[in-house]
C-alpha cells in the first residue's frame, strides 16, 4: 500500500491544533476522505458517503475555514457554478504531539473506537442472523488456546467453520522470532494489498457488493 504522492512538496503537516483536532476525529475524518488528492463537488461526495448534502456542506466549511480543503477548481454552468473541493495538500501528516488526545494510546483508543463499534455490531447482527448462540474455549493441535464461537457444542472447530456466515474473526497469542515477525508481516501486508486491489473503495463503484470490514493486526503482546 503506498500514497500516490511521495513529493515533499505534496505533504501538509498539520502544526495547528484546529487542524489537529479536525483529523483526529474519526467522524469528522470520514467526511473529509472524498476530497482527498482529488477534485470532487459536494453532490457527488455526499452520494459516495450516503449523507444529506447539507451535512456535508457543514462539514466542508469547517475544512474550509481550517485551511485544510480548497476550491480547485468552478465549473461554469447556467445560474451558480459548481464548486470543486481538494485537500490543500494530496499527503496530510499529523503529528501524535499535535493532537489534543493526552497520551498516544489515548488517541489511538480514540481512533479506533469506531472501527471497533463496527466491527462488533457486524459479528452481532451475522450471529444472530446464523443462531450462533455461544462461544466455546478449547486447545487444537498446536497445542494453542483457542476462542470461538460457535452455533452448537459439537460444531466443528477450525478456522473455516462457518463460511457461509461471510463474517470471520480469530485472534490469538502466539510465539514468534523477530524473523517469523517479518515474514508473517510481509504476508499479511501482501494479503490486504492483494484484497484492496480485488475490492471497491467506494459503494458507486460496487454494484451487486456489500462493504466489509477487513481488519489486519500484528503486534507485541503486553498482557491485559
Known amino acids: 500500500m503506498k500514497d500516490l504522492f511521495s513529493s515533499s512538496s505534496d505533504v501538509h503537516i ?37 449523507c444529506h448534502l447539507n451535512t456535508l456542506y457543514y462539514r466542508v466549511q469547517q475544512f474550509l475555514a ?15 457554478a459548481i464548486k470543486h473541493y481538494r485537500s490543500v495538500k494530496d499527503v496530510l501528516f499529523i503529528p501524535y504531539t499535535a493532537t489534543p488526545y493526552a497520551d498516544l494510546k489515548e488517541g ?25 448462540y455461544g462461544k466455546k474455549i478449547f486447545r487444537d493441535e498446536h497445542n494453542i488456546v483457542m476462542t470461538m464461537q460457535s452455533p452448537s457444542p459439537d460444531a466443528p472447530s477450525d478456522l473455516n467453520q462457518g463460511l457461509e456466515l461471510g463474517a470471520f474473526l480469530s485472534d490469538f497469542v502466539i510465539f514468534l522470532s523477530d524473523q517469523e515477525v517479518q515474514e508473517l508481516h510481509s504476508k499479511l501486508a501482501d494479503l490486504m494489498e492483494s484484497m484492496l486491489s480485488h475490492g471497491s473503495a467506494t459503494a458507486e463503484a460496487s454494484a451487486n457488493k456489500k462493504p466489509y470490514i477487513l481488519e489486519a493486526a500484528l503486534v507485541p503482546y503486553w498482557g491485559v
Not at 481550517?66 to 451558480?80: D, F, M, T, Y
Open 108 to 132: 489511538l483508543e480514540e481512533q479506533l473506537k469506531p472501527l471497533w463499534c463496527s466491527l462488533m455490531e457486524g459479528l452481532a447482527q451475522t450471529y444472530r442472523q446464523h443462531g450462533i
Open 66 to 80: 481550517a485551511g485544510l480543503l480548497i476550491v480547485s477548481h468552478e465549473e461554469k454552468r447556467k445560474g451558480r
Open 14 to 50: 498539520v502544526e495547528s491544533a484546529a487542524q489537529a483536532k479536525l483529523l483526529s476525529d474519526p467522524t469528522t475524518v470520514y467526511y473529509f476522505k472524498p476530497f482527498v488528492g482529488q477534485s470532487k463537488a459536494l453532490s457527488v461526495a455526499a452520494t459516495e458517503l450516503n
